[in-house]
């Protein structure tokens, strides 16, 4: 299976910071990348896929990047409503495998 | 707008078979897509489970591949789990999802989970 190692694990932050996470596969998995956020207590929410693209409706302050392994989901200005635990997900070979989640938590 | 829901029992004896429902509104679920489940012990990480198209084709997680069954059922449009011979580290909240699979393949290609279920949580225990 393909590890999927985010980091930082946690993070704290104000309303307004720019925060990026790090994503890094154990092995290439080209664009064949998506980000989720989950808000406590809620389903998962497909952010962006194959690794840059905007899924509708959300908003612009969030962007992905990368390719190969290494992979960023970038908040631009974070808002309230942006504290949530955030995943990324391989669909490069089976099994899809998920990263265990980094935590943005209010500072 | 597409809308799913997860229906079944919440507390599941060791040994048993763990059975749930989950049921789309806003689209047919014969018209396309791979519908999926998703899983997330207390506390942890996500780990997708398989996927089926509605004409049978089907993905299982290596590791659960010998417990698990997923059926679709056009005419009620739903889709079900059912896993077998269930331990406490089966104890999760488990999703369904619509998945996204490009070329109707969902690995080697572009695929992801929109949208999801509200998820409903399985207790497995005596």
Redesign the interface.
Known sequence: DIQMTQSPSSLSASVGDRVTITCRASQSISS?L?W?QQRPG?????LI??AFSL?SGVPSRFSGGGSGTDFTLTISSLQPEDFATY?C?Q???????????TKVEIK | QVQLQESGPGLVKPSETLSLTCAVSGYSISSGYYWGWIRQPPGKGLEWIGSMFHSGSTYYNPSLKSRVIISVDTSKNQFSLKLSSVTAADTAVYYCARHYCSGGSCYGSLSWFDPWGQGTLVTVSS
């Open positions: 064949y998506n989720y809620k389903a998962p929410k497909l896929y194959t899924q995943y997900q669909s490069y070979s089976t099994p899809g495998t998920f990263g265990q989640g």
